[in-house]
T-cell receptor, first 110, second 115 residues
Framework: TQLLEQSPQFLSIQEGENLTVYCNSS?????LQWYRQEPGEGPVLLVT?????EVKKLKRLTFQFGDARKDSSLHITAAQTGDTGLYLC??????????FGGGTRLMVKP | NAGVMQNPRHLVRRRGQEARLRCSPM?????VYWYRQLPEEGLKFMVY????????ESGMPKERFSAEFPKEGPSILRIQQVVRGDSAAYFC?????????????FGSGTQLSVL
């Protein structure tokens, strides 16, 4: 079973601060995805990383896939209150079904 | 362009009753996935269906849970004789093809509360 562990579980910061959240596994993944989920809603795909070492930027969000394709990070610059939510990483697991990590719950305070 | 539609949004059941959760995939999508999310946790895969076929039900409990995706109409996740531990948010997702190559779109979920 390919497990994805996310850290930290919870993060509370002030608006304007920078932060990084992590997604780690002991297994190699062919790709990893990052989702954001807001309360009462389903996850929404932010990005898919495929190549080891790949860096993708989405406005203030920077996603990196580890060289060995076992880990990924999400860095947010100058966080805003609208960034508040649950950030989930996911990758193909058993039977190629999408397997999710436990998520990082981010709270950005004004 | 409607997204993935799930209903009801909230469902309250007493122990022993049946819960039926519905999911209409996005137009043109023939692949449906059901996930369960407990509070403060990530999503756990339950079942993957294509029209009229269950492809992978490895994440679904063997007893009391069943799923279908008929030729016509929405996909249904059915939970018989619900217990308190079934309380969770159940999310449906759809894609045009299998997940590795296709983007997955999620519905807003059904929050099941078992009293």
């Amino acid at each position: 079973t390919q497990l994805l562990e996310q850290s930290p579980q919870f993060l509370s910061i002030q608006e304007g601060e920078n932060l990084t959240v992590y997604c780690n596994s002991s297994s190699v993944f062919s790709s990893l995805q990052w989702y954001r989920q807001e309360p009462g809603e389903g996850p929404v795909l932010l990005v898919t990383v495929v190549t080891g070492g790949e860096v993708k930027k989405l406005k203030r969000l920077t996603f990196q896939f580890g060289d060995a394709r076992k880990d990924s990070s999400l860095h947010i610059t100058a966080a805003q209150t609208g960034d508040t939510g649950l950030y989930l990483c996911a990758g193909p697991g058993a039977g190629n079904m999408l397997t999710f990590g436990g998520g990082t719950r981010l709270m950005v305070k004004p | 362009n409607a997204g993935v539609m799930q209903n009801p949004r909230h469902l309250v059941r007493r122990r022993g009753q049946e819960a039926r959760l519905r999911c209409s995939p996005m137009k043109g999508h023939s692949h449906v996935y059901w996930y369960r999310q407990l509070p403060e946790e990530g999503l756990k895969f339950m079942v993957y269906l294509q029209k009229e076929n269950i492809i992978d039900e490895s994440g679904m409990p063997k007893e009391r849970f069943s799923a279908e995706f008929p030729k016509e109409g929405p996909s249904i996740l059915r939970i018989q004789q619900v217990v308190r531990g079934d309380s969770a948010a159940y999310f449906c997702a759809s894609s045009r093809g299998q997940t590795l190559n296709e983007k997955l779109f999620f519905g807003s979920g059904t929050q099941l509360s078992v009293l």
